[in-house]
């Protein structure tokens, strides 16, 4: 049966691209081929997220084809109307590909800092197409609430390094976006010196 198994796969796409192929011709579907993609990484991503699922703790890294390609699977069958947010759905596979790896395990937190950016990239490529805005200052929010929350989230170290450059990230993206230009270095200084400040006293208090 093995020797006939890459035969039978192959017999079945082509079956599978001739119905669907004969269904867009006769006006039943449309996106014949945008559907055959779609079966295709579909399967082969639930494939790795059972794959993931059978032993969480070593086949982790299966996240990362798993939810990429179901992703893909779902860009691929997105009607005309919605082709803007394919970026979307294709970034946002990725980035739920780190977020699994860390919520599963704490300490790999260096896991929200790509899931963060990949949400983000995402997010403005789909503003980008449907909006045309500028979304410079988007993309910086979107980084500075990224490390806000490697600072915040739970985990088994101290990671409150991540407020600097998430506030200032942040003052970066509202400066771009809102025009608070005029702002940002007095609230900036006076954001960091508060929290350093506070980092002294929280030190004090502990010897």
Same mark, same amino acid.
């Given at each position: 049966?093995?020797?006939?198994?890459?035969?039978?796969?192959i017999g079945i796409l082509l079956v599978l691209g001739g119905v669907l192929a004969l269904l867009d011709t006769m006006g039943v579907?449309?996106?014949?081929?945008?559907?055959?993609?779609?079966?295709?990484?579909?399967?082969?991503?639930?494939?790795?997220?059972? %794959?993931?699922?059978?032993d969480?703790?070593?086949?982790?890294?299966?996240?990362?084809? @798993?939810?990429? +390609?179901?992703?893909?699977?779902?860009?691929? %069958?997105?009607p005309n109307s919605l082709e803007a947010?394919? @970026?979307?759905?294709?970034?946002a596979g990725i980035s739920l590909?780190?977020?699994?790896?860390?919520?599963?395990?704490?300490?790999?937190?260096?896991?929200?800092?790509?899931? @963060? %950016?990949?949400?983000? +990239?995402?997010?403005?490529?789909?503003?980008?197409?449907?909006?045309?805005?500028?979304?410079?200052?988007l993309f910086f929010l979107g980084l500075g609430l990224t490390f806000i929350l490697v600072a915040i989230l739970p985990s088994v170290d101290n990671r409150s390094w991540a407020l600097i450059p998430g506030i200032v990230l942040l003052l970066i993206g509202g400066t771009s976006s809102f025009g608070f230009a005029s702002y940002v270095w007095p609230a900036a200084l006076?954001?960091?010196?508060g929290y350093l400040v506070l980092r002294f006293f929280r030190n004090q208090s502990s010897v």
């Amino acid at each position: 049966m093995r020797k006939y198994e890459p035969r039978l796969i192959i017999g079945i796409l082509l079956v599978l691209g001739g119905v669907l192929a004969l269904l867009d011709t006769m006006g039943v579907i449309s996106n014949a081929g945008g559907i055959f993609w779609a079966v295709i990484w579909g399967a082969v991503g639930l494939f790795f997220l059972y %794959v993931l699922l059978s032993d969480r703790a070593h086949n982790w890294w299966a996240a990362f084809p @798993g939810f990429t +390609l179901l992703g893909m699977a779902l860009a691929s %069958v997105l009607p005309n109307s919605l082709e803007a947010f394919d @970026g979307l759905f294709f970034f946002a596979g990725i980035s739920l590909a780190f977020w699994w790896v860390y919520f599963t395990d704490r300490s790999r937190w260096w896991a929200i800092i790509p899931a @963060g %950016v990949l949400l983000t +990239l995402g997010i403005v490529s789909s503003l980008d197409n449907i909006s045309g805005i500028e979304t410079g200052g988007l993309f910086f929010l979107g980084l500075g609430l990224t490390f806000i929350l490697v600072a915040i989230l739970p985990s088994v170290d101290n990671r409150s390094w991540a407020l600097i450059p998430g506030i200032v990230l942040l003052l970066i993206g509202g400066t771009s976006s809102f025009g608070f230009a005029s702002y940002v270095w007095p609230a900036a200084l006076i954001l960091v010196g508060g929290y350093l400040v506070l980092r002294f006293f929280r030190n004090q208090s502990s010897v």
